[in-house]
C-alpha cells in the first residue's frame, strides 16, 4: 500500500487528481488523516501497512518510532528537496530507500537566478532607479560602464544540484563562471565549464556573485563582513540558498553604502523582521521565497515522485535516491 502523507492544500497540489490515478495504477493508495503526526491513532493504523511512504513539506518526521510503527515499509519517496526534515539517519539503518526530488526543485530556483544573473550584469536595476529618480532622459553608456554582459565573470558558491544546474544554463552566453566548492578539484570544475578559485578571490572578482552551498553548522555565516567588503563595486550577491549563510548585519551594513547590490530570495529570519532596512533599501530587490516550485511547478516534482514509487513497487533502482553518504551532506 502507498501511504501519501502531505498536508493540504499542497497534497492537491503536488498530486493533482491524474497523478493520484497514476499511483492507484500502481498499488492501492491511501492518504493520512494526520501527514503531520503519523503516529495519531487513525494514520498509525494505516502506517502498518505501508509499503511506501510519499512525504512532501510539512510532513511528519520518520524516526526510529515511527519505523517501529511501520514494519513493512521499504520506502520513502519525498516530492520535494531536502530529505531531513522528514526522515532521520534511522531509515538507513532499517534499510529503507529514501528518494528526494531536488533534481525538480532546483530547476525553477536556477531559472529564477539566471533572470537575475542576466539583469544584474546589464545593470538592469540601477538603469531602472536612475530612471525613476529623474523621470527623464539618462545616459546610458555613463550610467552602465563596468556593466553588461560581454565576459562578465559570475562566482558560483557551491556545486550544489542547482548550483550546477545555474552553471549549465550559464553556457549559452558569453560570460566567464568562477566557483568555489571546497570539495570539488580543479579538474572537477573545468569539466563543468568553471575556473575553481578560493572564496576570498571569486567575491573579489566577479561581478554577479550566486550562493548555493546548502545549510549545515560548517556553513552557517560563510559570507561574512570580510567577504562583502570585497565584492567590487557595482557588483551584486544574490542568496536562493538559505538566510543562514549570510552574516545579515553585515550584508546591511554593506549594502547601506550603496556600493553593491543584492537579490534576496531568502533572510535569516524569514521573512524580515518589520523594521528590517531590508524591506526599504533602493538597492535590495526582495522576494518572499519564490524561486523554488510553486504554481503549477510543484506538479514536476510529483510527477517524478509518482515515477519514483512505480520503480519501488517494481523492485527496480531508483533514479534519486538519497543514501546515507549523501544525507550527512545535504542540506
Known sequence: MILVAIPEPLRSRILPSSLVEQLRATAPVAVAPTPDDLLARDTHALLAEAQVLVTGWGSDLVDAEVLAAAPRLRAVVHT?????????????ARGVAVSSQAWANALPVAEYTLAMILLAAKGVP??????????????????????????AQVG?????????????????????VALFDPTLGADEAAALGTTLMSLEELMRTSR??????PWLPSTEGMIGAAELASLPDGSTFINTARGALVDEPALVRELQT?????????TWPEPPAPDSRLWTLPNVTLTP??????????ERMGASAVREVARVVRGEPLHHAVDADAYDRLA
Open 156 to 176: 558560483i558558491i557551491g556545486a550544489s544540484v542547482i548550483g550546477r544546474r545555474v552553471i549549465e544554463l550559464l553556457a549559452p552566453f558569453d560570460l566567464t
Open 208 to 213: 554577479v556573485v550566486s550562493l548555493h552551498a
Open 289 to 298: 521565497h519564490v524561486a523554488g516550485s510553486a504554481g503549477n511547478e510543484l
Open 126 to 151: 540601477r538603469a531602472r532607479d536612475r530612471y525613476w529618480a529623474v523621470r527623464g532622459g539618462v545616459d546610458v553608456h555613463e550610467l552602465l560602464a563596468g556593466h553588461g554582459t560581454y565576459q
Open 258 to 266: 550603496g556600493r553593491i547590490d543584492a537579490v534576496l530570495d531568502v
Open 80 to 92: 520535494a528537496g531536502s530529505v531531513r526534515p522528514v526522515v532521520t539517519r534511522d531509515v538507513y
